[in-house]
């Protein structure tokens, strides 16, 4: 079985609990991070879903969990950011953040004036790291990560990853695999089976996990096609209390 792929064993709908990347995922790609579009009805199926699994639908994502709460109203009970950087496990609870190293100052200069240098490269900062975006140039990806790789200087606190037309810098132990198992530990999550669907490399690592916890891990493009197939397929959920049949085939 290719990891991500439909043909596994979906959790009974009413034990699941539901972990869902944003990016690529639930909403569609945007040329910069700052210009995705939450579509309509989107925040109106996680609230149904919410409430039909007694508050078991969790986010988790590469954004911070301040940026998915402006972007989805807390509509998902917990949400996990910066990769499980940061973990909120319920709307009234506070931003849990674990003793991770941040990126020493010089390295955010050297990144600021290496986004500068380059027209169409974007940098993001994050809490524990930052991110060298180069969707409108993909041809310096190559030479961009070359060029993140030697502002670490081969520091072993942090990996440099890919991400969509990106090259994010994070520190070494979080992954979203330890963010689903984070949120795992918790209620309403806890004793539920989980079923985790994310888009990019960064989303395997929980769809592994997921799967190691007797759960489903999918990958968009093997199992629905797109984020629209998603957001789709979790809205006849909503409206009819059960898992949908994926859109596309084992095969695909």
Request: hydrophobic share 45%; aromatic share 4%; glycine share 10%.
């Amino acid at each position: 079985m290719t990891l991500g792929t439909p043909d596994q064993t979906l959790p009974e709908f009413a034990r699941s609990a539901l972990l869902l990347d944003v990016d690529g995922t639930l909403i569609d790609i945007a040329p910069r991070p700052d210009l995705v579009v939450v579509p309509p009805g989107l925040l109106e199926t996680l609230h149904v879903l919410r409430d039909a699994l007694d508050g078991a639908p969790a986010v988790i994502s590469g954004r911070p969990v301040e940026q998915v709460d402006l972007l989805l109203d807390r509509a998902p009970h917990a949400v996990a950011g910066e990769h499980g950087g940061a973990v909120r496990h319920a709307p009234d609870q506070p931003i849990e953040r674990p003793g991770l190293p941040t990126p020493p100052p010089e390295w955010l200069v050297q990144a600021e004036a290496l986004a500068a240098a380059h027209r169409g490269v974007l940098l993001e900062h994050k809490a524990h790291g930052f991110v060298v975006h180069y969707r409108a140039v993909p041809e310096l990806g190559p030479m961009l990560r070359d060029a993140v790789l030697a502002i670490l200087g081969g520091n072993p606190d942090f990996v440099v990853l890919a991400a969509h037309m990106a090259w994010e810098v994070r520190p070494r132990g979080t992954d979203k695999g330890v963010a689903v198992a984070s949120l795992m530990q918790r209620p309403p999550l806890q004793g539920r089976v989980p079923l985790f669907i994310g888009d990019d490399v960064t989303d395997e690592d929980a769809i592994a996990k997921a799967r190691d916890m007797g759960g489903a891990g999918l990958r968009v493009d093997l199992a629905f096609g797109t984020a629209g197939d998603v957001r789709a397929w979790l809205a006849e959920a909503a409206k009819h209390g059960a898992w949908p049949a994926l859109p596309l085939p084992a095969s695909a």
